[in-house]
């Protein structure tokens, strides 16, 4: 089979393309003939040796990818035999080998794609829905939230757009770009405003006129954070669950109590150690894809040899949506 392999930890130029022998599914494992993988912003910090939360950095030389959905082709001992031939999707962990044409996952892991779900959403639900999910959870959004995304064209913040928009809550979009906001707009947003201009949180002031931003969901972190924080009514709620711009979005007690507002963190312990665990919410992402009710943006696919340009376009921000490799 085909897959990505890197030698080094370092920059995207370090994936690479290459032929390796077929993966053999072990004890409780299945094969599966992968159709989609996804592509993640973890996904390149692990590329580059960046240890993410309490997961350690994984031996070199190692295939990448997290996330795959395809055909289950064979399977090891101990698994029934009904699996050959469904359609699969699997969240493998850290960086378990997702970038191939073929992967191995572990029987309990698997999710049978619900009918009519194509493998790129069913890729795209198992691992940014499953978080999206988790992550609306502690936000609780109701009618009565003008709720505010910052990142609102990535994979998480169009979700975030469209929960919103479904909640019957007032959404202020933040995203990079004309472009990014008028994707933004055409996902539900009630406003969206361009980050890059400095006057933008001036705008989303004048915009809501004797109204308040009740709920921030910030990924970005940084200054643009700060912004988003500052625009909090009194009251309001702050959900944080990453800080794409390279800093953390510092939050003190000084803060809390100036601004009236409450913070949590939406991913880490509270998301991985959950009642119900992950495996709920890759269920329930699965189910709103399906549905229609909460569906993944696949924004740009690019075939397997290309994933060093898939990193690259995450990196620079040049993406809206998922990013999914496929074979």
Known sequence: MHAIRQHAFGPADNLSYQQVPDPVPGEGQVRIAVQASGVHVIDTAIRRGVQTGAYPLPELPMIPGREVAGVVDAVGPGVDQSWIGRRVVAHLGMASGGYAELAVAAEPSLHVIPDGLAAELAVAAIG???????????????????????AAAGGLGLLFVQAGRNAGATVVAVAGGPSKVATALE????????????????RVRTALGDRVVTVVLDGVGGAAGRAALELLGVGGRLVFFGWSSGEQLVVTIQDLYRLGISAAAGIGPRLTQRQGGLRALETTALAEAAAGSLVPVVGQTFPLAKAAAAHTAIETRATTGKVVLVP
């Open 128 to 150: 940014t829905g499953r978080t999206a999910v988790g992550i609306l959870e502690v936000a609780a959004l109701t009618a009565q939230d003008v709720v505010l995304v910052t």
């Open 187 to 202: 996902h539900g947003a009630d406003l969206a405003v361009d980050y890059l201009r400095p006057d933008w949180p001036a």
